[in-house]
């Protein structure tokens, strides 16, 4: 099946439909692929959404990627089109990071960029341990091996069970009064444009967040216990891995601080951007985020 995704101002960009199981085989998961105009020739770029996001969530970045790169964007399971798990346990970094291999696997693609929005950056770092010959590169967006506790309450503080809404205009409501102190220039229709990125319509007609509420599970306490206590390590295993990382000017969930340190102690090609006007997290259409974003994917993502 082939969709069309629309931009205004842009001309549409088809992507197909693709079903595919997960690792533990239990769950039927859902990614977009966009290959329809280059034929799946181009290199594979692998996109993965934050915490409470979907494959959506990339609709701004693909139309400055897609004429160049295989994408290949997922819900990851418990978000969007894929089945929630009914085991909350399994909502966490290494279990997604299995079913991204069991994705790339059912389409061939044999090595992949990695690009990573919160959480997705973590499931990138993961996948690239875990099997570190099949990663080209990783672009991490807004996230590393430290979490600023500021960051994780505010989130924690929003994510879980929510009233639906009863109009678009009423969900694009709720995301800018979540989400405006990170975008602050966006406008009434940035913000319904977004709300319709992140939430869908239920059969009754009612609008609601495209993630199952128990993912709240996996973000609970000062140190939630689907993440290491201690990331560094995982960053430390990935020294040679040639990484991006792209940080909202005003982030409150990846400190300044944290990246000087990544590039420290990476010995690695290491690109760090600060996208102004941005907390978390940059949504990726930035001219700060593309800049720094195309030529790191030209020389890496192969």
């Known amino acids: 099946m082939t969709h069309d995704q629309a931009t ?6 088809s992507f197909r439909s693709h079903r595919y199981r997960s690792a533990c085989g239990r769950l039927e998961l859902f990614a977009r692929i966009y290959d329809v105009a280059n034929r799946g020739d181009k290199p594979p770029l692998l996109l993965m959404h934050g915490l409470t996001r979907n494959s ?26 894929s089945d929630y798990d009914s085991d909350p346990a399994n909502y966490r970094p290494d279990i997604y990071a299995a ?3 069991a994705l790339l696997d059912g389409l061939g693609v044999g090595r992949a960029g990695l690009v990573g ?3 997705g950056g973590l499931i990138a770092m993961v ?12 672009v991490l967006n807004d996230v590393g091996p430290q979490i600023e506790a500021a960051g994780l309450a505010r989130i924690q503080g929003y994510v879980g069970p929510m009233q639906d809404a009863a109009s678009w205009d009423e969900a694009a409501a709720r995301c ?14 940035d913000w319904l444009s977004f709300a319709r990125r992140t939430c869908q319509k239920t059969p009754e007609g009612s609008i609601r967040f495209a993630y199952d509420p128990a993912i709240a599970t996996s973000t609970q306490g000062e140190q939630p ?57 940059p949504i990726l259409d930035e001219p700060a985020a593309l800049m720094a974003l195309e030529p790191f994917l030209q020389t890496w993502a192969v």
Do not use: K
């Not at 205004?8 to 960009?13: D, E, H, L, S, T």
């Not at 792209?246 to 400190?255: I, K, N, Q, T, V």
């Open 176 to 189: 800018a009064a979540v989400n405006a102190e990170a975008l602050p220039d966006l406008g009434p229709q």
């Open 117 to 119: 929005t919160s959480m």
């Open 127 to 138: 996948m690239a341990v875990m099997q570190p010959d099949r990663v080209t590169s990783i």
């Open 225 to 281: 216990a689907t993440l290491p206590p201690d990331l560094w390590p995982l960053w430390d295993a990935l020294a040679e891995m040639p990484v991006l990382v792209l940080r909202g000017g005003h982030s409150d969930l990846l400190a300044a601080a944290t990246v000087t340190e990544m590039g420290r102690r990476h010995s690695g090609p290491f690109t760090a951007c600060e996208v102004p006007g941005r907390g978390h997290a």
């Open 8 to 13: 205004p101002g842009a001309v549409p960009i």
């Open 56 to 81: 959506a969530d990339f609709e701004p970045l693909v139309e400055h990627l897609a004429p160049h790169y295989r994408l290949v964007v997922p819900d990851q399971r418990g978000r969007g089109l």
């Open 99 to 101: 079913d991204m291999f």
